[in-house]
């Protein structure tokens, strides 16, 4: 079975830089400002705060890697929405609520 092992950030994150501590790697980025509201799909750059969401990813030479990624939460503008806030969404690293990369869950 061949599977893809390239890793990529993927558009809209930015590396922040990576280190290895107690023998395990965490990989830090950032997220873009704005993001679009996954209720009405409506743009939004009004930065209500921020959430860090830690990943697992496949090791690295039998090291354990972490990726931690810094997103914003933003304000939906759309007033007709029933969302009011939201975060910006992974969906070519891992699914909403997840704690695992897709790589990991493949």
Not at 59 to 81: K, M
Not at 84 to 89: E, L, W
């Amino acid at each position: 079975m061949i599977k893809n092992a390239k890793w990529a950030l993927g558009s809209g994150l930015e590396l922040l830089g990576s280190e290895c501590r107690d023998g395990r790697w965490t990989v830090s980025a950032v997220g873009r400002g704005s993001a679009r509201c996954p209720g009405c799909d409506m743009r939004s750059s009004r930065r209500h705060g921020w959430q860090v969401r830690l990943l697992q990813d496949l090791p690295a030479q039998g090291t354990p890697v972490t990726l931690r990624v810094c997103l914003s939460r933003c304000r939906c503008q759309n007033q007709g929405c029933a969302r009011k806030t939201f975060s910006d969404r992974l969906p070519k690293i891992a699914p909403p609520f997840a704690r695992r990369t897709c790589r990991v869950a493949d």
